[in-house]
């Protein structure tokens, strides 16, 4: 004969049920690290936007390269970085004409922050023109050009 087994009632515990005064401070005080949390973090990705903003015009466009003054013996003057620097040679074509002096981008003094987007991301000023060479006329995303902003801004 099979064995029958009782089955247990499972045993429930009344839990205290919080008044609406409490569930509503603990909801505010979630809302408000919530907001701390997002503000730290939009402070975070600004400087993580810089930061990879100073590698793009360091290391990978090489804005510095044009757009630093240099010393007497040619090496940049890193006291100087991105103020504008001369354009030290000249076109190999006879018929090209170059830019004698690249601008400053050190604050992007005269530029708006769409503007400059525009510029980095089409290769062309707002109004059409392209950049006089040497320089390139750049197809970046828009990410990269934001985080070039950010870093040329970070620098006032």
Same mark, same amino acid.
């Given at each position: 004969?099979?064995?029958?087994?009782?089955?247990?009632?499972?045993?429930?515990? #009344?839990?205290?049920?919080?008044?609406?005064?409490?569930?509503?401070?603990?909801?505010?005080?979630?809302?408000?690290?919530?907001?701390?949390?997002?503000?730290?973090?939009?402070?975070?990705?600004?400087?993580?936007?810089?930061?990879?903003?100073?590698?793009?015009?360091?290391?990978?466009?090489?804005?510095?390269?044009?757009?630093?003054?240099?010393? =007497?013996?040619?090496?940049?003057?890193?006291?100087?970085?991105?103020?504008?620097?001369?354009?030290?040679?000249?076109? =190999?074509?006879?018929?090209?004409?170059?830019?004698?002096?690249?601008?400053?981008?050190?604050?992007?003094?005269?530029? #708006?922050?769409?503007?400059?987007?525009?510029?980095?991301?089409?290769?062309?000023?707002?109004?059409?023109?392209?950049?006089? =060479?040497?320089?390139?006329?750049?197809?970046?995303? #828009?990410?990269?050009?934001?985080?070039?902003?950010?870093?040329?801004?970070?620098?006032?």
């Amino acid at each position: 004969m099979p064995s029958q087994r009782k089955r247990k009632q499972p045993i429930v515990e #009344e839990t205290p049920v919080a008044s609406k005064g409490a569930l509503f401070g603990m909801a505010l005080g979630l809302g408000g690290l919530l907001l701390l949390g997002s503000r730290q973090a939009a402070v975070s990705q600004q400087n993580g936007d810089a930061e990879r903003g100073r590698y793009l015009v360091n290391h990978v466009a090489m804005c510095i390269q044009c757009h630093t003054p240099r010393e =007497p013996d040619g090496r940049l003057d890193r006291r100087k970085l991105l103020e504008g620097g001369s354009i030290p040679i000249e076109s =190999p074509y006879p018929d090209q004409v170059w830019g004698f002096e690249a601008p400053q981008l050190k604050g992007l003094p005269g530029w #708006e922050v769409e503007d400059f987007v525009t510029l980095l991301t089409t290769g062309r000023r707002p109004d059409g023109r392209s950049p006089r =060479p040497p320089m390139p006329p750049f197809r970046l995303s #828009e990410e990269d050009a934001r985080a070039i902003v950010a870093y040329l801004n970070s620098l006032e």
